[in-house]
């Protein structure tokens, strides 16, 4: 199995309550139904499996071991075809009991022991990449002729592009263990260290997900009580500043380790490989966005400082309309946004919800955050969120069964292994389809001062996805460039974090302790570093996209339909074209700057026509979505 | 890197006023460098940086296939260039340990040493390429035979080396991974906060309630509390615990070693049946030594069962005369004399040139070690003397170190450093000397059987304790490797398991808290299986003082007890240990050296018979041990006072 496939995806944070406000919900949102894939942990279906998985592996690797460079081409396809099937197994084994814990946080000291042996079981396999990379590239090419073989060949070049030159067999266990025993120690202290955090407020103990919410919810608190509360988070996360900045130090450096033992010479090589993207095309990204800090995220939260009446940290005055969806609500509008794009693409979502592959019901001890996690080919992914009836929920949910509409069609079209996608195609789908959810509810708003709420959450939603992830990018590549030459203080960690918010704010926003401290609060930076800049591509890629297919349906149903092809196509691709040539039918070159300047020209449209309005001012800010809604970072609250 | 084994006693969180009548000393570092902004000092780390370069330029690829005489010569260099390395770093920790300020200063400097120590890496990894014929044929070669013992060493670890890039990894990730674990654990216990009254204090402050106020109820509800916030933070221990387990577990399977304690017992030069020995002696002896001695101290409380806070309280009579620093050096080179003249003369420069640091002031660290720094140098002793008998005794023991390791440095640096079942002897020894000739100046009963039965506590730390841990470590590590993580509770399970089984019934682990004894002991975290080396010197020197007492030849045994202090790291205990006649794999000789603790507690309750007595027979009933205690006393909850030498960089084990 692929190394890391017990590596937990990023961004995800855990809460232990509901978040107020889901009080007119007249149905429950829905479980997921797990006994599918497996009755339990400890189910002889699950033990069974383990077994088969232990003696398929072992029989491989007696069948290939020390042979792989040697075996002709159509028998080096047919490995690669029984290697497939192995891990497609192990990814069954090892999503269920990812989404076993998920689903309950304290199932993680149970799952343990299981892990380990399953990660025992997978490492007779490990020489087989390791031989794979070490055929001499003549040899492979010319392999590659035959049929069986080349089918496989992008995923080949994939695992080529990850591989470690040079190290031997036994290095790559040690690196394994280590990654294992130490590096995923970390992460998890970092998990537990936050999810032990507890506020004292109002006579409640909130956890610092409750408080976030709170923090952020339009109703039920005053400004007074919310800056009250702002203080208390920055006071609680200081105290574990010592801690938090030991942890990231290490895993900085551990970073740095891993990467010049594969030849990176910069600290974002390792995301820049999986993403399948030139660094140049990273450095012209964040030189070009750069230059929207003024005109956008400046100019906008000038807007909105001013529409909340000065002083900013008075705009929670605002109670924000409320709009509440009750679950069944939201599934008939994304059904109704996605059949007028593709009647395809919303039978396919009708399943997830026919087939119980959606856990939305808030509750104690899962996790926070929402994700969409593949199984193995024949399964539909599992869709995980905490649905309490905002509108920003029904985004959600529309994002999550973008991730998994999209992974279906890949996984169909090219089987397990070349079905893996860079993050910026993978939110291609999801945030594509986030927008057609968003203009559906746009579209059915009549109310001015709702509509005027929409646009506000948009903007701010479409800035904190493309130059604050920007902004949090230059952070870490400040903060890593100041590890190489020794560990960062806490408080030096902090400086930095301020600088570079204060870069993307600008003069209208005054930074306070929590936007100081608030750096500890994002799991990317601990567990997936350098990972956010995907979601500023992806962002910009997208709509530049979305944009591309609004003038597809101005010119008429042809060009529409011509575009709901190419479109479905793009998302059948995995990983068998690179990035460039998937955009290339849409007319879209990722080197050219004039490709990003597009790009952040629709969130100028969406300004100008909220600063066009002449409605009454709204709930302005505070209105973003609560933390750790979406697999992002979220935004550390703007108000001081 | 270094790593520091430091224990901090109580007495300078109390903040207790210097009351010496003449003035303490302070170590002059002027042996080593100018100060710490000195031109000397920033010259020697380029040069030492440089060297290293060159070295591995020149050396790196061809150690297997060099001729015998120019192996000799490269192992010269490289002793010369890791002495001159040893001298920098002793210099900034032996600074740094004096005042905090310089730990940044220090860390610098330290950072500066581990990069260039990496370029020595390769050196050890070669040399135990040699083929064994091949070495065989050049061993005879002139200069190589004087660094056999050396060679020796580095290559009992040969069959559990890797390949030198899975060595580099290692080496590189340590930082991270169990070195950034370690200070985790130092972090945690020193951010820890406590509530005692109302007043927040910190771990030391806390523990020092505990162990030493007077006053029953406080010392409990210390203990409650103090054992409240470990409890809080126990999912940060238990992972901390686990995380190093797993590290130990995957390295060590890698390496080869079939048991979680093999690494130790090859880095000590000692074979598991010695320390089954030992261990076992030491297990069986239970009943006659702590069990007996815990519930005499229980019956002294009038209690059934003593609480685990009441274990180490002191008993009653005041800590005996103050001792000012001109008599203790007096007491010491007295007792020193006797034993061997040679040794007293070396004892006496100590304190004639300015190589310890007494005096107790702010930012200088608790507690007290000795530092052998390099041969060219000389070793330096820090302590904190307020003037008890027992502050007298430490210094005892640091000078036996200290003597020990100028004796052994005429080895060369590569082969000075003691093993450490040995490294304990001349500390151990003198602190006996010592304590016997303070006892004999004591003339009030009751403050001799306090200053008695503060030496059997002192053994019951060190033996017993040390014992029961090095078991609780087993087993934790055992389960790990069996069943994966442990859960914190299981962690204390097997911690109230162990303690009770060396404890005994009179000391009560009930109590609520108890079960979290186990989450701020150092060793187990940055030493594993470290512990024993404790057990297995005080009981091998019980043996050896027992020797001495019995010995009719007082100049035979000074003789042979010199060779074996000189012999520094070229003979394993066994080899050193031949002349006494010991056989250490024999459960029988433990079972001597546990005898001297049983004698100790004989004398103890023989005197205390004869205290009650007295006070029978006058009434007196006011010394009665509930309201008396000496607040002076350090409690030595977890560790023996004992201290060894930082490893010297550049170790590859």
Same mark, same amino acid.
């Given at each position: 199995?692929?190394?890391?496939?017990?590596?937990?995806?990023?961004?995800?944070?855990?809460?232990?309550?509901?978040?107020?406000?889901?009080?007119?919900?007249?149905?429950?949102?829905?479980?997921?139904?797990?006994?599918?894939?497996?009755?339990?942990?400890?189910?002889?279906?699950?033990?069974?499996?383990?077994?088969?998985?232990?003696?398929?592996?072992?029989?491989?690797?007696?069948?290939?071991?020390?042979?792989?460079?040697?075996?002709?081409?159509?028998?080096?396809?047919?490995?690669?075809?029984?290697?497939?099937?192995?891990?497609?197994?192990?990814?069954?084994?090892?999503?269920?009991?990812?989404?076993?814990?998920?689903?309950?946080?304290?199932?993680?000291?149970?799952?343990?022991?299981?892990?380990?042996?399953?990660?025992?079981?997978? $490492?007779?396999?490990?020489?087989?990449?390791?031989?794979?990379?070490?055929?001499?590239?003549?040899?492979?090419?010319?392999?590659?002729?035959?049929?069986?073989?080349?089918?496989?060949?992008?995923?080949?070049?994939?695992?080529?592009?990850?591989?470690?030159?040079?190290?031997?067999?036994?290095?790559?266990?040690?690196?394994?263990?280590?990654?294992?025993?130490?590096?995923?120690?970390?992460?998890?202290?970092?998990?537990?260290?936050?999810?032990?955090?507890?506020?004292?407020?109002?006579?409640?103990?909130?956890?610092?997900?409750?408080?976030?919410?709170?923090?952020?919810?339009?109703?039920?608190?005053?400004?007074?009580?919310?800056?009250?509360?702002?203080?208390?988070?920055?006071?609680?996360?200081?105290?574990?500043?010592?801690?938090?900045?030991?942890?990231?130090?290490?895993?900085?450096?551990?970073?740095?380790?891993?990467?010049?033992?594969?030849?990176?010479?910069?600290?974002?090589?390792?995301?820049?490989?999986?993403?399948?993207?030139?660094?140049?095309?990273?450095?012209?990204?964040?030189?070009?966005?750069?230059?929207?800090?003024?005109?956008?995220?400046?100019?906008?939260?000038?807007?909105?400082?001013?529409?909340?009446?000065?002083?900013?940290?008075?705009?929670?005055?605002?109670?924000?309309?409320?709009?509440?969806?009750?679950?069944?609500?939201?599934?008939?509008?994304?059904?109704?946004?996605?059949?007028?794009?593709?009647?395809?693409?919303?039978?396919?979502?009708?399943?997830?919800?026919?087939? $119980?592959?959606?856990?939305?019901?808030?509750?104690?001890?899962?996790?926070?955050?929402?994700?969409?996690?593949?199984?193995?080919?024949?399964?539909?992914?599992?869709?995980?969120?905490?649905?309490?009836?905002?509108?920003?929920?029904?985004?959600?949910?529309?994002?999550?069964?973008?991730?998994?509409?999209?992974?279906?069609?890949?996984?169909?079209?090219?089987?397990?292994?070349?079905?893996?996608?860079?993050?910026?195609?993978?939110?291609?789908?999801?945030?594509?389809?986030?927008?057609?959810?968003?203009?559906?509810?746009?579209?059915?708003?009549?109310?001015?001062?709702?509509?005027?709420?929409?646009?506000?959450?948009?903007?701010?939603?479409?800035?904190?996805?493309?130059?604050?992830?920007?902004?949090?990018?230059?952070?870490?590549?400040?903060?890593? $460039?100041?590890?190489?030459?020794?560990?960062?203080?806490?408080?030096?960690?902090?400086?930095?974090?301020?600088?570079?918010?204060?870069?993307?704010?600008?003069?209208?926003?005054?930074?306070?302790?929590?936007?100081?401290?608030?750096?500890?609060?994002?799991?990317?930076?601990?567990?997936?570093?350098?990972?956010?800049?995907?979601?500023?591509?992806?962002?910009?890629?997208?709509?530049?996209?979305?944009?591309?297919?609004?003038?597809?349906?101005?010119?008429?149903?042809?060009?529409?339909?011509?575009?709901?092809?190419?479109?479905?196509?793009?998302?059948?691709?995995?990983?068998?074209?690179?990035?460039?040539?998937?955009?290339?039918?849409?007319?879209?070159?990722?080197?050219?700057?004039?490709?990003?300047?597009?790009?952040? =020209?629709?969130?100028?449209?969406?300004?100008?026509?909220?600063?066009?309005?002449?409605?009454?001012?709204?709930?302005?800010?505070?209105?973003?979505?609560?933390?750790?809604?979406?697999?992002?970072? =979220?935004?550390?609250?703007?108000?001081? | 890197?270094?790593?520091?084994?430091?224990?901090?006693?109580?007495?300078?969180?109390?903040?207790?006023?210097?009351?010496?009548?003449?003035?303490?000393?302070?170590?002059?570092?002027?042996?080593?460098?100018?100060?710490?902004?000195?031109?000397?000092?920033?010259?020697?780390?380029?040069?030492?940086?440089?060297?290293?370069?060159?070295?591995?330029?020149?050396?790196?690829?061809?150690?297997?296939?060099?001729?015998?005489?120019?192996?000799?010569?490269?192992?010269?260099?490289?002793?010369?260039?890791?002495?001159?390395?040893?001298?920098?770093?002793?210099?900034?920790?032996?600074?740094?340990?004096?005042?905090?300020?310089?730990?940044?200063?220090?860390?610098?400097?330290?950072?500066?040493?581990?990069?260039?120590?990496?370029?020595?890496?390769?050196?050890?990894?070669?040399?135990?390429?040699?083929?064994?014929?091949?070495?065989?044929?050049?061993?005879?070669?002139?200069?190589?035979?004087?660094?056999?013992?050396?060679?020796?060493?580095?290559?009992?670890?040969?069959?559990?080396?890797?390949?030198?890039?899975?060595?580099?990894?290692?080496?590189?990730?340590?930082?991270?991974?169990?070195?950034?674990?370690?200070?985790?654990?130092?972090?945690?216990?020193?951010?820890?906060?406590?509530?005692?009254?109302?007043?927040?204090?910190?771990?030391?402050?806390?523990?020092?309630?505990?162990?030493?106020?007077?006053?029953?109820?406080?010392?409990?509800?210390?203990?409650?509390?103090?054992?409240?916030? +470990?409890?809080?933070?126990?999912?940060?221990?238990?992972?901390?615990?686990?995380?190093?387990?797993?590290?130990?577990?995957?390295?060590?399977?890698?390496?080869?070693?079939?048991?979680?304690?093999?690494?130790?017992?090859?880095?000590?030069?000692?074979?598991?049946?010695?320390?089954?020995?030992?261990?076992?002696?030491?297990?069986?002896?239970?009943?006659?030594?702590?069990?007996?001695?815990?519930?005499?101290?229980?019956?002294?409380?009038?209690?059934?069962?003593?609480?685990?806070?009441?274990?180490?309280?002191?008993?009653?009579?005041?800590?005996?005369?103050?001792?000012?620093?001109?008599?203790?050096?007096?007491?010491?080179?007295?007792?020193?004399?006797?034993?061997?003249?040679?040794?007293?003369?070396?004892?006496?420069?100590?304190?004639?040139?300015?190589?310890?640091?007494?005096?107790?002031?702010?930012?200088?660290?608790?507690?007290?070690?000795?530092?052998?720094?390099?041969?060219?140098?000389?070793?330096?002793?820090?302590?904190?003397?307020?003037?008890?008998?027992?502050?007298?005794?430490?210094?005892?023991?640091?000078?036996?170190?200290?003597?020990?390791?100028?004796?052994?440095?005429?080895?060369?640096?590569?082969?000075?450093?003691?093993?450490?079942?040995?490294?304990?002897?001349?500390?151990?020894?003198?602190?006996?000397?010592?304590?016997?000739?303070?006892?004999?100046?004591?003339?009030?009963?009751?403050?001799?059987?306090?200053?008695?039965?503060?030496?059997?506590?002192?053994?019951?730390?060190?033996?017993?304790?040390?014992?029961?841990?090095?078991?609780?470590?087993?087993?934790?590590?055992?389960?790990?490797?069996?069943?994966?993580?442990?859960?914190?509770?299981?962690?204390?399970?097997?911690?109230?398991?162990?303690?009770?089984?060396?404890?005994?019934?009179?000391?009560?682990?009930?109590?609520?808290?108890?079960?979290?004894?186990?989450?701020?002991?150092?060793?187990?975290?940055?030493?594993?299986?470290?512990?024993?080396?404790?057990?297995?010197?005080?009981?091998?020197?019980?043996?050896?003082?027992?020797?001495?007492?019995?010995?009719?030849?007082?100049?035979?045994?000074?003789?042979?007890?010199?060779? +074996?202090?000189?012999?520094?790291?070229?003979?394993?205990?066994?080899?050193?240990?031949?002349?006494?006649?010991?056989?250490?794999?024999?459960?029988?000789?433990?079972?001597?050296?546990?005898?001297?603790?049983?004698?100790?507690?004989?004398?103890?309750?023989?005197?205390?018979?004869?205290?009650?007595?007295?006070?029978?027979?006058?009434?007196?009933?006011?010394?009665?041990?509930?309201?008396?205690?000496?607040?002076?006393?350090?409690?030595?909850?977890?560790?023996?006072?004992?201290?060894?030498?930082?490893?010297?960089?550049?170790?590859?084990?």
């Amino acid at each position: 199995m692929k190394r890391g496939d017990f590596k937990r995806a990023a961004g995800r944070r855990k809460s232990e309550d509901l978040p107020a406000g889901n009080d007119n919900l007249p149905a429950a949102p829905p479980h997921w139904d797990l006994a599918g894939l497996y009755p339990g942990l400890d189910s002889a279906e699950l033990m069974a499996d383990k077994e088969k998985l232990d003696h398929l592996a072992r029989a491989f690797k007696g069948n290939y071991q020390d042979s792989v460079a040697y075996i002709s081409g159509p028998e080096l396809g047919i490995a690669i075809q029984e290697y497939e099937e192995i891990c497609s197994l192990s990814s069954r084994l090892a999503s269920y009991l990812f989404l076993f814990e998920a689903g309950d946080m304290s199932n993680f000291i149970k799952t343990g022991k299981i892990k380990a042996e399953l990660s025992d079981i997978c $490492k007779p396999l490990d020489f087989f990449e390791d031989e794979l990379v070490n055929i001499p590239q003549k040899d492979i090419l010319v392999k590659m002729a035959a049929p069986e073989l080349a089918r496989y060949a992008p995923w080949i070049a994939n695992i080529l592009d990850g591989a470690l030159t040079g190290g031997s067999e036994n290095l790559s266990h040690l690196r394994h263990d280590f990654f294992m025993a130490n590096t995923e120690a970390w992460q998890r202290l970092y998990r537990e260290m936050l999810d032990a955090q507890r506020i004292d407020f109002q006579g409640r103990r909130l956890t610092l997900d409750e408080a976030d919410v709170l923090m952020n919810a339009g109703r039920g608190i005053s400004a007074q009580d919310k800056n009250n509360l702002r203080q208390a988070i920055a006071e609680k996360l200081k105290t574990q500043g010592k801690k938090s900045a030991l942890i990231y130090n290490a895993l900085m450096q551990d970073n740095r380790i891993e990467g010049r033992l594969h030849g990176y010479t910069r600290p974002d090589q390792a995301v820049n490989a999986e993403n399948g993207i030139a660094p140049e095309v990273i450095d012209t990204m964040r030189s070009t966005l750069r230059e929207y800090y003024a005109e956008q995220s400046h100019r906008f939260y000038e807007w909105a400082s001013a529409q909340a009446g000065a002083p900013a940290a008075s705009s929670g005055k605002n109670e924000p309309v409320k709009k509440g969806y009750s679950f069944d609500a939201a599934r008939k509008l994304i059904l109704r946004a996605f059949r007028k794009f593709s009647p395809g693409f919303s039978r396919t979502a009708a399943r997830f919800f026919h087939e $119980k592959r959606i856990d939305a019901l808030p509750r104690p001890g899962k996790e926070s955050g929402a994700f969409s996690q593949p199984v193995c080919p024949g399964e539909l992914s599992f869709i995980m969120m905490n649905y309490t009836g905002e509108l920003q929920d029904v985004v959600v949910l529309g994002h999550e069964l973008g991730h998994g509409i999209h992974q279906k069609l890949s996984e169909d079209a090219c089987g397990f292994f070349k079905s893996g996608v860079s993050t910026p195609v993978a939110e291609t789908a999801s945030i594509f389809m986030e927008m057609l959810v968003f203009e559906e509810i746009l579209q059915q708003e009549k109310d001015p001062a709702i509509r005027k709420r929409l646009l506000v959450e948009k903007v701010e939603n479409m800035l904190s996805n493309s130059l604050q992830q920007l902004a949090y990018y230059e952070f870490e590549c400040r903060v890593h $460039k100041e590890r190489e030459s020794g560990e960062v203080p806490f408080e030096r960690i902090s400086d930095l974090w301020v600088e570079a918010q204060k870069e993307y704010y600008g003069p209208a926003i005054v930074m306070d302790d929590y936007n100081r401290y608030s750096w500890m609060t994002v799991p990317h930076f601990f567990e997936t570093p350098f990972y956010v800049y995907s979601y500023a591509f992806a962002q910009v890629l997208v709509s530049s996209l979305y944009q591309a297919y609004q003038e597809a349906v101005e010119k008429g149903p042809e060009a529409r339909m011509e575009f709901v092809d190419s479109y479905t196509e793009l998302l059948q691709t995995g990983m068998t074209r690179s990035l460039h040539e998937m955009f290339w039918p849409f007319g879209l070159d990722l080197e050219e700057p004039e490709f990003w300047h597009s790009g952040m =020209s629709l969130t100028d449209k969406y300004m100008k026509e909220l600063f066009a309005m002449e409605a009454p001012a709204p709930a302005g800010r505070n209105t973003s979505a609560p933390a750790g809604k979406k697999e992002k970072p =979220s935004p550390p609250s703007k108000s001081p | 890197m270094p790593y520091w084994n430091v224990h901090v006693t109580k007495w300078v969180m109390m903040g207790k006023d210097m009351q010496d009548d003449g003035c303490l000393p302070r170590w002059d570092l002027r042996d080593l460098f100018p100060s710490d902004t000195a031109p000397e000092l920033f010259q020697s780390l380029d040069d030492v940086e440089r060297d290293a370069c060159l070295f591995s330029q020149r050396y790196s690829g061809k150690i297997t296939a060099m001729p015998g005489k120019d192996l000799a010569g490269a192992i010269a260099a490289f002793e010369s260039l890791s002495e001159r390395m040893g001298r920098i770093q002793s210099y900034a920790s032996l600074s740094r340990a004096v005042d905090q300020e310089k730990d940044i200063w220090a860390e610098g400097i330290y950072n500066r040493l581990r990069g260039a120590s990496e370029k020595l890496l390769f050196f050890k990894l070669e040399i135990n390429r040699i083929s064994e014929i091949d070495l065989l044929t050049r061993v005879a070669a002139p200069g190589l035979a004087a660094y056999a013992p050396w060679i020796g060493q580095v290559r009992s670890f040969r069959g559990h080396q890797l390949s030198e890039e899975e060595e580099t990894y290692i080496q590189q990730k340590f930082p991270v991974a169990q070195g950034a674990w370690v200070r985790l654990f130092d972090q945690t216990l020193m951010d820890m906060r406590f509530n005692l009254d109302g007043r927040e204090v910190t771990k030391e402050q806390i523990l020092n309630v505990m162990n030493t106020s007077p006053d029953k109820r406080e010392r409990h509800q210390a203990f409650a509390e103090f054992n409240r916030v +470990l409890g809080e933070n126990g999912k940060t221990f238990s992972l901390i615990t686990n995380t190093l387990a797993g590290l130990k577990a995957r390295t060590d399977e890698r390496r080869g070693f079939t048991s979680p304690e093999s690494s130790r017992h090859l880095a000590n030069r000692i074979d598991v049946k010695t320390v089954e020995a030992m261990a076992g002696a030491v297990r069986d002896g239970y009943a006659r030594t702590a069990h007996r001695y815990y519930e005499w101290k229980a019956k002294k409380f009038g209690v059934h069962r003593l609480h685990p806070a009441d274990r180490n309280a002191p008993l009653p009579g005041d800590a005996g005369k103050k001792i000012p620093w001109a008599e203790a050096q007096k007491i010491i080179l007295a007792a020193y004399e006797k034993v061997s003249p040679e040794m007293a003369a070396i004892a006496k420069e100590f304190f004639d040139k300015g190589w310890i640091d007494a005096e107790p002031r702010a930012g200088k660290r608790g507690g007290a070690f000795t530092h052998s720094t390099v041969p060219s140098a000389h070793p330096y002793i820090m302590v904190n003397y307020f003037g008890s008998p027992r502050d007298v005794q430490v210094l005892a023991h640091e000078l036996g170190h200290g003597v020990h390791q100028v004796l052994a440095a005429r080895q060369g640096y590569l082969k000075a450093s003691t093993p450490l079942t040995l490294a304990e002897t001349a500390s151990v020894f003198s602190e006996m000397m010592v304590f016997r000739a303070l006892l004999d100046r004591e003339d009030d009963m009751i403050a001799r059987r306090k200053m008695i039965a503060a030496k059997i506590e002192d053994m019951m730390n060190t033996v017993v304790r040390q014992t029961a841990f090095y078991t609780f470590e087993q087993r934790v590590h055992g389960e790990y490797r069996e069943k994966g993580e442990l859960p914190p509770e299981r962690i204390s399970r097997i911690w109230v398991e162990t303690q009770r089984q060396s404890l005994g019934a009179s000391v009560n682990m009930d109590v609520p808290g108890a079960e979290n004894g186990w989450m701020y002991i150092p060793h187990f975290i940055n030493k594993p299986f470290y512990v024993y080396a404790y057990a297995f010197g005080d009981c091998l020197v019980n043996a050896l003082y027992d020797e001495y007492q019995k010995a009719p030849d007082k100049k035979g045994f000074e003789k042979k007890y010199l060779e +074996l202090l000189k012999a520094g790291g070229t003979k394993p205990h066994e080899e050193a240990l031949a002349p006494f006649g010991f056989d250490t794999a024999s459960p029988a000789f433990w079972k001597r050296g546990i005898s001297v603790i049983e004698r100790y507690i004989d004398e103890l309750i023989a005197l205390d018979r004869k205290i009650e007595a007295v006070q029978k027979s006058t009434g007196d009933f006011k010394n009665s041990a509930r309201d008396m205690v000496d607040p002076l006393r350090p409690g030595n909850d977890n560790q023996p006072v004992r201290r060894k030498k930082p490893p010297a960089p550049g170790g590859v084990s």
